[in-house]
């Protein structure tokens, strides 16, 4: 278990202390606050809440707020810091920092509740984003939830400070920027506790679980103990200024992105050019499928006939979910454009429609290998807005990846072992938070085992470095997404909730099968609350996760399975039979099996398995559940056996 780690974590502690360069600032001449303290910050209540920064070495320091004031000296380093005595929820106050003269001062301080968010993607995943996202910031005025978002900047070795950041208040105007997850998370504390609510969002998309732990604890796991010593501790590596050169590649792809006019020029989407010797593909077309993965654009052309009554009025066209960006033509004339994910549908004015035959051209920006026009889900039309006129758009479409120049690609360092402990968690420490919040995984999901070492390990790692104790951590498991094997990687996630105060969050039901990232994030910040309010606010009324797998019996031809956390009941949440239930016999070959209720239990059976030995539900990346206890919680991936 990680924890037994712990002596060998200090000793290489001191190891790295003696061969890795922190970022020096006390021997700056003048004093400096870190920067996670700003105008409208919050302080975590209850515990003695740590303020330091840095001044000339043995200068005293005082620090001062809601009439109580606090005194100390920077060390030899310059470093100073004071753990201010508890405090109650409350505010707004005014924080200051004076020395030698000089004197800080932060507005609009409240006391109340600090949650740091992390992990990848769907954590960085923004308001702005959200499924219902105007109705959601139009509503967003809640002056006591701020959030601070770290800044992206790589480097080898760890930061004691931020470089730049500030906290914002949430309004309609700043809630955009805001991450979605950790909002809906904020906002549903804070009305239910009517408390300060602060995020520390440091979260950085597509990253890799093994870059957020510090080089120490990932020595001690033995898959990256040569990787730590020869990237970190004998490389000389100027990661910062290679990750730069990378940007700069990036930008160079965005301009072609932005101002191509290859395909213009050969006239690729007018009505006259001859797709003839183009390939085709049947709607939903996904570039990778065609052997265009990685980065691309793309020209695609579908031909469609217009009866003489469809010409008279403007028509929508429909293209159903486009990934990441399109500029889409009717007859040669841009009718829309997008630059990121989302629905497509454009209004093709009448002007451009003529009787017979008509083209549908679009420019397709396919990125990071998920590029796609449409999903099995999208149904893409061209209709009138009385739907009287109504034209599919499915079937084949002609497709050509030859055309626009290839698009350069820039290596990141974002996700090198221990990058971003060194610049988004080493400059916050150690800041006083309740408990952490963490949505990651896509990253590791084709290493499920490793993951078992990789997330507990993070875990304390980041337990030790905070120094407030077992605080606790709440993590989302994977959502529902087609293809891959990501039931083996939500039971991976899940041996987490073996180390002592850890929660999780089952998202199983509200993903997108043909989006790693889903747009309703609303119940996922909220379910990661509902387990806040049991673990941590130690609520005793009330459901916080759904039916949890808890043991089984076999009862002649069927299995019993006993569940924990089934609130008021469980039920099949559409009234339909229970799916996604397999059982095996000795040949542990599974079958579909039928499901009941009975009682807390499931009974699971199939005619074709007399003698069955072993049961699973929801085995799958992308499964159907509709077992939940009657509180509208569902039942995530689990099984009796594991083969």
């Known amino acids: 278990m990680t924890y037994k780690r712990i002596s060998s974590v200090l000793f290489f502690s001191m190891m790295l202390l003696s061969m890795l360069c922190q970022h020096a600032s006390g021997q700056e001449s003048s004093m400096r606050v870190a920067r ?48 201010m005595e508890p405090m109650q929820v ?13 004197k800080q001062e932060f507005d609009n301080v409240m006391v109340g509740e600090v949650w740091l968010a992390s992990g990848q993607s769907n954590m960085n995943y923004r308001v702005g984003a959200v499924l219902s996202a105007g109705e959601v910031i139009k509503d967003a005025n809640y002056p006591d939830i701020r959030e601070f978002c770290t800044p992206e900047v790589v480097s080898r070795t760890p930061h004691d400070d931020l470089t730049g950041g500030e906290w914002k208040v949430c309004t309609p105007e700043t809630v955009k920027g805001f991450s979605a997850v950790a909002y809906f998370f904020a906002r549903a504390l804070h009305l239910d506790k009517k408390v300060p609510v602060g995020i520390i969002h440091t979260s950085w998309s597509g990253t890799i679980c093994e870059a957020w732990i510090s080089a120490e604890m990932l020595y001690t796991i033995p ?146 290998g998920n590029g796609r026009l449409g999903d099995e889900a999208s149904d893409p039309y061209l209709h009138s807005a009385d739907n009287r006129v109504r034209i599919s758009l499915k079937g084949q479409w002609k497709y050509n990846g030859e055309i626009e120049p290839k698009l350069p690609v820039g290596r990141g360092y974002s996700n090198n072992v221990t990058c971003m402990y060194n610049t988004k968690i080493s400059p916050l ?9 963490w949505y990651q995984g896509e990253g590791n999901s084709g290493q499920p085992e490793l993951y078992k070492q990789l997330q507990p390990t993070m875990i304390t790692d980041w337990r030790i470095r905070f120094e407030q104790g077992y605080l606790p951590f709440l993590f989302v498991q994977l959502p529902n997404i087609s293809g891959g094997s990501c039931q083996y990687f ?101 079958v579909p099996a039928k ?34 206890n009657k509180e509208g919680l569902p039942a995530t991936s689990f099984r009796t056996h594991k083969e």
């Open 490 to 590: 939500r039971e991976a996630q899940a041996e987490s909730l073996e180390l002592p105060n850890v929660g999780m969050a089952v998202s199983i039901d509200v993903g997108d099968p043909y989006d790693i990232h889903p747009n309703n994030k609303k119940p996922v910040g909220e379910r990661l609350y509902l387990r806040a309010k049991e673990l941590v606010y130690k609520d005793s009324v009330g459901v916080f996760q759904g039916p949890v797998y808890d043991s089984y019996q076999i009862e002649g031809n069927k299995i019993r399975l006993k569940f924990r956390s089934t609130g008021s009941g469980l039920i099949s949440k559409d009234g339909k039979e229970l799916r996604t239930f397999e059982v095996a016999g000795e040949d542990r070959k599974y």
């Open 223 to 368: 898959a990256f103990k040569n990787r730590v010593i020869e990237e970190v501790y004998k490389s000389d590596e100027d990661w910062a200024a290679l990750h730069q050169l990378g940007v700069e590649k990036d930008k160079e792809r965005e301009n072609i992105v932005q101002t191509t006019q290859a395909g213009l020029r050969l006239g690729a989407h007018k009505l006259s050019f001859n797709d003839k010797s183009w390939k085709e593909e049947a709607y939903p077309v996904y570039p990778p499928r065609v052997g265009l993965g990685g980065y691309q654009l793309l020209w695609l052309r579908k031909e469609v006939t217009l009866p003489k009554e469809a010409t008279g009025e403007d028509l929508i066209l429909h293209l159903g979910k486009v990934m990441t960006g399109d500029v889409t033509y009717f007859n040669g004339v841009e009718v829309g454009r997008e630059r990121w994910d989302g629905v497509r549908s454009y209004r093709v004015p009448a002007r451009l429609l003529r009787k017979g035959k008509n083209v549908i051209a679009v420019r397709l920006l396919s990125e990071w």
């Open 595 to 628: 499901a009941i209720i009975d009682g807390d239990d499931v009974l699971v059976w199939s005619d074709t398995v007399l003698k069955p030995l072993s049961a699973r539900h929801a085995w799958d990346s992308n499964p159907a559940v509709n077992l939940y």
């Open 90 to 102: 409350g505010g707004p106050y005014t924080l200051s920092v004076s020395c030698d003269g000089q």
């Open 36 to 83: 996670i303290f700003s105008d409208n910050m919050v302080l975590q209540q209850g515990i003695y809440a740590p303020v330091w920064g840095w001044a000339p070495p043995g200068v005293q320091v005082r620090i001062g707020i809601d009439g109580k004031e606090y005194t100390t000296v920077a060390d030899k380093t310059g470093k100073w810091l004071v753990r």
């Open 429 to 437: 420490l150690p800041y006083g938070i309740r408990g952490f919040l």
